[in-house]
Nanobody, 119 residues
Framework: QVQLVESGGGLVQPGGSLRLSCVAS????????MGWYRQAPGKGRELVAA??????NYADSVKGRFTATRDNAKNTVYLQMNDLKPGDTAVYSC??????????????WGRGTQVTVSS
């Protein structure tokens, strides 16, 4: 199986920064896209950033403030969040499009980490 574990969430004041990490482990042969999503209370889940081997796409609401990067050797994706706003408050989860050692391809999700932006 494959596990994804996020870390780095917390409480931060408006204008502050946080860096989230997501590590994938288990029976991994290769990973295609790794993504960050968020879900605020009472709202649906939205894509924040998606990182492929050649490009990164961002939601319009975070462009210029958030940066997603990958370390393929570590099966890890990061999300650097700057100039945080109260509207960024949400549970942030990562996912990965994985080809397993058994050559099965599936999407796996982490449990998420809470980010709260408040003064």
């Amino acid at each position: 199986q494959v596990q994804l574990v996020e870390s780095g969430g917390g409480l931060v004041q408006p204008g502050g920064s946080l860096r989230l990490s997501c590590v994938a482990s288990g029976s991994i042969s290769s990973i295609n896209t790794m993504g960050w999503y968020r879900q605020a209370p009472g709202k649906g889940r939205e894509l924040v950033a998606a990182v492929t081997s050649s490009s990164t796409n961002y939601a319009d609401s975070v462009k210029g403030r958030f940066t997603a990067t990958r370390d393929n050797a570590k099966n890890t994706v990061y999300l650097q969040m700057n100039d945080l706003k109260p509207g960024d408050t949400a549970v942030y989860s990562c996912n990965a499009d994985v080809v397993t050692v058994g050559r099965a391809r599936s999407i796996f999700w982490g449990r998420g980490t809470q980010v709260t932006v408040s003064s």
